[in-house]
């Protein structure tokens, strides 16, 4: 019997935590977009582009799909009571500003994996998944 090699398919599910919500869009400058508007001057028909708006984040294409889940609150382990007598779970923050991304086609490894590089993170129960 030959051993055959395992082959790994490629990593599709990306879980990044950013420092704080502000550093989106320098973490992930590939994904934003900003529109253009292009006219054409009737006297001498020159072209000119200009921005339009404020960049935004593509949270989808046919390529990569990002869910921004924000700020994930995770139990303290201490029982509060509400004024109705109703026991809860005290929750708290966990650090940091959490963005998922799924990569659909090979077209933006590129771009995935160097987000991933800097800000990747690989939870061992993750709190939200695709389906």
């Avoid at 292009?38 to 294409?61: K, R």
């Avoid at 029982?79 to 026991?87: C, M, R, V």
């Amino acid at each position: 019997m030959i051993d055959e090699p395992i082959i790994e398919a490629p990593k599709t599910d990306f879980y990044l935590r950013l420092p704080s919500e502000a550093d989106t869009p320098t973490a992930l400058a590939a994904f934003y977009q900003q529109d253009t508007v292009t006219s054409v001057d009737p006297e001498t028909g020159e072209e000119t582009t200009a921005n339009v708006g404020d960049p935004y984040l593509v949270t989808n294409s046919v390529d990569y799909a990002i869910d921004v889940v924000g700020v994930i609150m995770d139990p303290t382990g201490v029982i509060l009571t509400d004024p109705n007598g109703f026991e809860y779970p005290e929750m708290a923050p966990l650090p940091g500003w959490h963005i998922n991304i799924r990569l659909v086609h090979e077209n933006r490894r590129a771009d995935v994996e160097a987000v991933d590089a800097a800000y990747g993170v690989t939870p061992t129960s993750p709190r939200r998944v695709w389906l």
